[in-house]
């Protein structure tokens, strides 16, 4: 904390230099460019979310599987958190009735303007208007869900706007639980409330506007991941098992748990919902401002402030009791205390379109302070039906650990260049200091001490990176129709103290993800294409895999490479007045590189060595469709979104698989006039009940050891069910 405070004073300096206001925003699509330089493309709905939490986007697919914390959301251009865990970043953002922007960044633009790997989401917050205006929304699901959100904004006196908005979120999930053991809205308790305060001003040389902008965020959940037991068929199907509906009965034993305290060594009784819940203040200071010289000067200062637990159920694997033959679900449950985490971060950013170029130099500098993140861990039991209950007796602890201060220093620099009127160039670079200091407890220097946890000996992190990231893409016009675009891209991801809490050196290395795409655009009047093959790979991947041998669950962190080929053909298409068609097919094959070694389960003094290496990437799929019509008759409209995933691999060993789905949505949205309006939509028409993503403790199995799981009771993560939403939204 200390090296953030003596930055305090230095950002805050720089901020007051100038004033600005937030530019109006809008919606950029996220398919691939189909025209020459503009930002053209389908609407790939990356808000419509299947996964079990629908607190956030859904991943957006690179080739690459998505990280822990899921797609980067940034709010007025800074991430919304500084690093995912344990504060991830539905805890301190939602989209709600102050939103008035969204647009998109894809793989070059997220690894030059914020240093990260994938596609990013960016919203920006309504910070004033000129007249009183507002609207408010309530939404519902046929479950009892419970959501509402409202903002008002004007002007009070000359050159002074303002802005005030709520976002309250109560979500019963899709299970009916039993009220006495588990809260009814144990899926997601959100509170999150925000005002902004802009002054406009105009000088001799320059037109700009300030804002101050504060949120208040406060959410509970359980349930990140929702698990559900079935049964296995070798073809990748699964069936419900008797007595267990997927997606309707609750998997969950209690909302209260024995852990073994860090500090003290005695076992205590935690609550899943209010003793790991996460609350925040963030303030913003936003500025801008317009030279009469064409020059641009835009700034963000951000102080963010939090208090966040994390509460992580992972089902380990199905075994059964030598005795009595019962089932039992073996559980590791991720407890994360309440971890006091600061940060404060900033973005500069000065621009001119000057002739052919438009270029842009931007200045971060991001401060980051987690005090003593402490993870109390159990392992324990459960029976395998509808509303388990916990089996006593053999319960195992265990802890992670890490604190310090994080500090990234980034320049980075942009243009666009219209060398003539059929050849364009993008390029960028980020050049990043990256250091990390701090202390964690290795588990191998602590195996003989009877101390507890927090006592133990802690050994010092001090670790200093230059990361590099560069971007470059071009578009040909052969014809006024046909062309040619290509792309460029490398980034370096280096470590985070994360990366220690496993209680081991991970011995860091950066990252390095390169990339590259080539392909041809045609333009016509009916429709839009473009076609294009892909490559990216990314090395030294570092994480915490959770490998089970009975029921002992070891968390070892491991280092893998990946690498991906793909093609992509992505299809707009307007045939008829009112209509609209997006369409969207990839192939892409993403293999593991470098992955291999041994895993060590102490309790069982035995040994397993693996070798993942040309494996296919687990829950990513080989062929993905995606199709988005939508018409407007009037002042409806009709839209869907279906979307293919072929068959996904759900354990390392790609013994064992999940056949192709479908995620379906559909709605249609009336306006009354121009200040009602009412809204229907459906998640997974079809009502598919299969499984996805990966199966509880089987990384491990072998071939021979997978054929033997034909019709064996196995559980893992779904999608969520049929679900109807409905809702009502008033501007005035």
């Known amino acids: 904390m200390k090296s953030i405070t003596k930055n305090i004073g230095l950002v805050c300096a720089l901020s007051l230099l100038s004033n600005m206001a937030m530019a109006q925003h809008t919606t950029v699509k996220d398919s691939t460019k189909v025209a020459s330089t503009e930002q053209k493309g389908g609407d790939r709905n990356v808000m419509l979310n299947a996964a079990s939490a629908n607190s956030g986007p859904r991943n957006v697919n690179i080739g690459l ?435 220690y809490s496993a209680g081991n050196d991970p011995r860091l290395k950066k990252s390095k993800i390169p990339g590259a795409g080539f392909g041809v655009f045609y333009n016509h009047p009916w429709f839009s294409v473009v076609s294009k093959a892909t490559y990216i790979k990314r090395d030294e991947y570092r994480s915490t895999v959770n490998f089970s041998s009975g029921t002992e669950t070891v968390r070892p962190t491991v280092s893998y490479d990946i690498e991906t080929i793909g093609w992509t053909t992505d299809v707009v298409a307007t045939p008829f007045k009112n209509f609209n068609l997006h369409f969207l097919f990839t192939l892409q094959a993403p293999k593991y590189k470098n992955y291999a070694g041994t895993v060590n389960f102490k309790g069982s003094n035995t040994s397993v060595d693996y070798n993942f290496n040309d494996n296919t990437v687990t829950g990513v799929s080989k062929m993905l469709i995606e199709i988005d019509p939508s018409y407007q008759w009037k002042n409806l409209r009709v839209w869907a979104s279906a979307r293919y995933f072929s068959k996904e691999y759900a354990n390392l060993t790609n013994s064992l698989y999940f056949e192709g789905r479908w995620e379906t949505f559909a709605g249609a949205n009336y306006a009354f006039n121009k200040n009602l309006e009412i809204s229907a939509s459906a998640v997974n028409l079809l009502n598919q009940r299969g499984a996805q993503g990966t199966i509880s403790g089987a990384d491990l199995f072998t071939k021979e050891e997978a054929e033997k799981k034909e019709g064996a009771i196995l559980s893992g993560t779904y999608i969520r069910p049929f679900t109807v939403e409905f809702g009502v939204k008033y501007r005035f």
Do not use: C
Not at 194 to 202: C, G, Q, S
Not at 253 to 274: P, W
């Open 65 to 499: 599987p998505a990280s822990v914390g899921g797609t980067t959301i940034l709010e007025n251009d800074l991430p919304v958190v500084y690093f995912f865990w344990p504060e991830m970043p539905y805890k301190a953002w939602r989209m709600d009735a102050m939103t008035n922007g969204v647009k998109l960044l894809d793989l070059g633009q997220t690894a030059i303007n914020i240093g990260d790997v994938g596609f990013s989401v960016g919203t920006y917050d309504n910070l004033g208007t000129d007249k009183f205006q507002g609207n408010i929304g309530v939404n519902s699901n046929h479950f009892g869900l419970l959501n509402g959100t409202a903002n008002v904004s004007g002007a009070f006196k000359k050159g002074w706007k303002y802005s005030v908005g709520a976002f309250v979120n109560y979500d019963p999930g899709t299970y009916k639980v039993n009220k006495n053991d588990i809260d009814r809205y144990y899926n997601d308790q959100t509170q999150l409330y925000k005002i902004a305060l802009t002054k406009d001003y105009a000088l001799d040389n320059v037109n700009g506007s300030f804002s101050v902008f504060y949120k208040y965020a406060n959410t509970k959940s359980m349930t990140m991941q929702q698990y559900a037991p079935y049964q296995y068929h070798l073809d990748g199907s699964v069936s419900e098992i008797d007595g267990f509906k997927i997606g309707s009965d609750n998997y969950i034993a209690s909302q209260k748990f024995n852990v073994e305290d860090a500090a003290t060594g005695n076992v205590v009784e935690r609550d899943a919902l209010k003793d790991y819940g996460s609350s925040s203040h963030t303030i913003d200071l936003i500025g801008k401002n317009k030279f009469n010289n064409g020059l641009d000067f835009n700034y963000i200062v951000r102080l963010h402030s939090a208090k966040s637990g994390m509460y992580l159920p992972i089902m380990t694997g199905i075994t059964e009791d030598k005795i009595t033959g019962e089932l039992r679900q073996n559980v590791m449950a991720l407890a994360s205390k309440k971890t006091p985490i600061k940060s404060l971060t900033s973005l500069f950013e000065v621009g001119k379109k000057s002739g052919k170029h438009e270029w842009k130099v931007g200045l971060n500098q991001w401060l980051y302070d987690i005090d003593k993140f402490t993870t109390e861990g159990v392992m324990y039991q459960q029976t395998v039906e509808k509303n388990p209950r916990i089996i006593e007796g053999n319960n195992n602890y265990t802890y992670e650990y890490h604190n310090g201060t994080e500090n990234k220093t980034a320049l980075f620099i942009t243009d666009k260049w219209d060398l003539s009127d059929v050849f364009t160039l993008n390029g960028g670079i980020r050049l990043e200091y990256q250091s990390l200091r701090g202390d964690y407890i290795d588990n191998d220097l602590n195996e003989e001490s009877n101390l507890p946890y927090l006592s133990k000996t802690k050994t010092d992190i001090e670790k200093d990176w230059f990361n590099k990231a560069f971007m470059l893409n071009g578009v040909y016009k052969m014809t006024s129709r046909f062309g040619l675009l290509g792309e460029v891209t490398y980034n370096e991801q280096a470590g985070h103290l994360e990366n």
